[in-house]
């Protein structure tokens, strides 16, 4: 099974950015669509940003503006570029396709 690793996560202060990677062992994301996922403490699971297999992206109405989901396929990797992060933005980043498992994320913190 085709495993994803995510990173790029760290404690940033509001209105600073970061950019979330999503590396896959072998090329999926041409053929699956991919999710960024986050989840705070006490709440749900909540999908961010998709894009496409056609590399079309879509976003949560609370990042749109502020959060770009882009795709490098030569290097099997998608990216979350997180722009003008806010203390809400703060939870755990995971990305999925539908074949593939959660992994561990990466936490992500915006705090002064």
């Known amino acids: 099974q085709v495993q994803l690793v995510e990173s790029g996560g760290g404690l940033v202060q509001p209105g600073g950015s970061l950019r979330l990677s999503c590396a896959a062992s072998?090329?999926?994301?041409?053929?699956?669509?991919t999710g960024w996922y986050r989840q705070a403490p006490g709440k749900q699971r909540e999908l961010v940003a998709e894009?496409?297999?056609?590399?079309?992206?879509n976003y949560a109405y609370s990042v749109k503006g502020r959060f770009t989901i882009s795709r490098d396929n030569a290097k099997n990797t998608v990216y979350l570029q997180m722009n003008s992060l806010k203390p809400e933005d703060t939870a755990v980043y995971y990305c999925?396709?539908?074949?593939?498992?959660w992994g561990q994320g990466t936490q992500v913190t915006v705090s002064s």
């Open positions: 999925k396709t539908r074949s593939t498992s």
């Open positions: 072998r090329s999926i994301f041409t053929i699956y669509d």
């Open positions: 894009i496409t297999s056609g590399g079309y992206p």
